[in-house]
């Protein structure tokens, strides 16, 4: 477990810069957690008492609407962490974080990151250019929701799937969300309802095609245009 738990501590932007020997030393104080699809790691509100790093699978944080729906603030995967924020500030978590499917996590305690940080200034270093980029992410949604329909909302997303994990063929780029539209519409801000017809205009256009939860981005010039401000 240690030899796994080292690599994926190096994968990090926070801890990747660490030595070896700080990193075995590090990687021997992680506890490991498996979680299920669905389950939470953390609720919104309740006291932190440390980070996470993201092993394996896919974890979403998200926050309740007034009238109870999802809205998901950020998802992440392997080679990510989780609630930097609280460590650095001393405050609850801000969101809930469930598992998007099954997931394995490694628990580091907040005293443990604060001691590597006065030991190892370069990692405090990496902390400001994690949580910026976090800010920057943060932004880009409000405006989001603010600004684009949702439309736009899932083209943006499709796109950046496709750019991240999409499978280049002679058709198009393969996208596999593994999400299911109610999932997606908490991602975007909306309702199953609205995404579904969403999904059914792009095909209809051409933009993609639909083969269960697997998509085909048929044009990504004309879905680049659709995910636009214009």
Known sequence: MKAAAIDSL?????????????????AGRCVERRLARGEILFVGGSEATGLYVVVDGELRA?????????QVIHVERAGSTIAEVPVFDGGPYPSTVAANVDSVVLFIDKRDVKRLILEHPNIGLSALKLLAKRLRATSDLVESLALRDVGQRIARVLLAEAKSRGNRTSDGVVVTLGLTNSELAARVGSVREVVSRSFTRMQN???IALKGRSITILDEVRLAELASDD
């Open 10 to 26: 190096r994968a990090t932007a926070l801890f990747r810069d660490l030595d070896e020997p700080t990193l075995v030393a590090l």
């Open 62 to 70: 998200f926050r309740e609407n007034i009238d109870g729906r999802e």
């Open 205 to 207: 256009d051409g933009f």
